[in-house]
């Protein structure tokens, strides 16, 4: 009995960063409030293949909207059939999000505007208010905050202060 108790409170620190984030209706930093916003791109080199609805963007590529960053060395953005609007990002080699004052990096990141997610691939490492987590997977629901981790998890959670 006693190691289902200390195996239970485990999971719940774990957790403990992400579920705070559920309550918070913007999830990662205010991704979920930016939908609507202007979108800025900035690289080295963008190539447009209207055929493809696609565009690739490489070198120092920096996107832009509202409060969300996403840096990456080479970024590939899929359009919907119309091309008016954007339907998924997928980016790879030294790729960093910032949304707010959360922060995530990774080896490749693919956000799925339909499905609302960003998947972080390889040495994904998440920060929100104060609180570290790593994997070599995680997934993060834009909406609700909530993150799936998988591949040798390891947490750092910073004591609340409750002197506030």
């Given at each position: 009995?006693?190691?289902?108790?200390?195996?239970?409170?485990?999971?719940?620190?774990?957790?403990?960063?992400?579920?705070?984030?559920?309550?918070?209706?913007?999830?990662?930093?205010?991704?979920?409030?930016?939908?609507?916003?202007?979108?800025?791109?900035?690289?080295?080199?963008?190539?447009?293949?209207?055929?493809?609805?696609?565009?690739?963007?490489?070198?120092?590529?920096?996107?832009?909207?509202?409060?969300?960053?996403?840096?990456?060395?080479?970024?590939?953005?899929?359009?919907?059939?119309?091309?008016?609007?954007?339907?998924?990002?997928?980016?790879?080699?030294?790729?960093?999000?910032?949304?707010?004052?959360?922060?995530?990096?990774a080896d490749e990141a693919d956000y799925d505007l339909d499905?609302?997610?960003?998947?972080?691939?390889?040495?994904?490492?998440?920060?929100?208010?104060?609180?570290?987590?790593?994997?070599?997977?995680?997934?993060?629901?834009?909406?609700t905050g909530a993150t799936t981790l998988s591949g040798r998890?390891?947490?750092?959670?910073?004591?609340?202060?409750?002197?506030?």
């Amino acid at each position: 009995m006693k190691k289902i108790f200390v195996f239970s409170v485990i999971l719940m620190l774990l957790n403990t960063p992400f579920l705070l984030a559920e309550g918070n209706k913007t999830g990662f930093g205010n991704l979920s409030n930016d939908g609507q916003k202007p979108i800025e791109a900035v690289a080295d080199k963008m190539i447009v293949d209207s055929d493809q609805s696609q565009a690739e963007l490489t070198g120092n590529v920096e996107i832009i909207q509202g409060h969300m960053h996403l840096y990456a060395d080479f970024v590939r953005v899929i359009y919907d059939d119309d091309q008016s609007d954007i339907r998924k990002l997928y980016a790879k080699q030294n790729v960093i999000l910032i949304s707010g004052e959360d922060r995530a990096s990774a080896d490749e990141a693919d956000y799925d505007l339909d499905r609302g997610t960003v998947v972080l691939i390889g040495n994904a490492s998440i920060v929100q208010d104060g609180n570290t987590a790593r994997a070599q997977q995680a997934e993060i629901n834009i909406d609700t905050g909530a993150t799936t981790l998988s591949g040798r998890v390891r947490t750092i959670l910073q004591p609340i202060d409750d002197a506030d």
